[in-house]
Every structure is written in structure tokens, then in C-alpha cells.
């Protein structure tokens, strides 16, 4: 079992900068694939960005070169670096673990609560 817990969500003005994280406690952080997922009012969850055990990283289209995914495992920790924020990645970001590959989509049994990011003047 794995549980995750995400932090560093808020407001923030478009161009503006926020950084995720998503603390991971249990057994098998460093086994897995650690994904960020967004939903926003009225739209299904989409996949954001994806880092393997290894460091291998995987972006969607609409965050690559704004949004940066890295891992402390250490710390049993990922991170989502979001720069240049635009209104339309205001949405409820969600930390998954327990799958595998370096596919943003994959969905792995395990999810935290979400931390909401709302990106408006």
C-alpha cells in the first residue's frame, strides 16, 4: 500500500510559477512510476507528466517546456515545477503511483487527495 499526500496548490496570477509535491508514505515509492493527473470543472482527468524509477521523464504536449516532473527518493517524494501557468491549467492535480512504464496515462492504483491550483488575475 501507498498513500500520497499533495501540497503546494493556491492562486496564482497567469505567468506566475507554483511547485507541487506529492509525499508518499507505505511501501514501494521507489518501485514505481510516479504520475501528476489535473481535472478541471466539467472535464475528465488527463494525464500531466510521468518520471520512473530511473529519472525518465514524460510530458502532455500542453505542459512541455513549462512544467518539469523530478523525484527525491530519499524523501519518497515528486515534485511538478509549473512555470509560465496559463488560467487553462487551473484544476484539481493529483499524484498516482503503483504503475509502471514511462506512458503519462497509465493509471496506477493509488491516488492522493489533490491540491487545487487556480491560475487567474
Known amino acids: 500500500q501507498v498513500q500520497l499526500v499533495e501540497s503546494g496548490g493556491g492562486l496564482v496570477q497567469p505567468g506566475g510559477s507554483l511547485r507541487l509535491s506529492c509525499a508518499a508514505s507505505g511501501s514501494g515509492f521507489s518501485m514505481y512510476t510516479m504520475r501528476w493527473f489535473r481535472q478541471a470543472p466539467g472535464k475528465q482527468r488527463e494525464a500531466v507528466a510521468a518520471i520512473t524509477t530511473g529519472g525518465s521523464t514524460n510530458y502532455a504536449d500542453s505542459v512541455k517546456g513549462r512544467f518539469t516532473i523530478s523525484r527525491d527518493n530519499a524523501k519518497n517524494t515528486v515534485y511538478l515545477q509549473m512555470n509560465s501557468l496559463k488560467p487553462e491549467d487551473t484544476a484539481v492535480y493529483y499524484c498516482?503511483?503503483?504503475?509502471?512504464?514511462?506512458?503519462?496515462?497509465?493509471?496506477?492504483?493509488?491516488w492522493g487527495q489533490g491540491t487545487q491550483v487556480t491560475v487567474s488575475s
Open positions: 498516482n503511483s503503483g504503475g509502471l512504464g514511462l506512458s503519462i496515462a497509465t493509471r496506477g492504483p493509488y
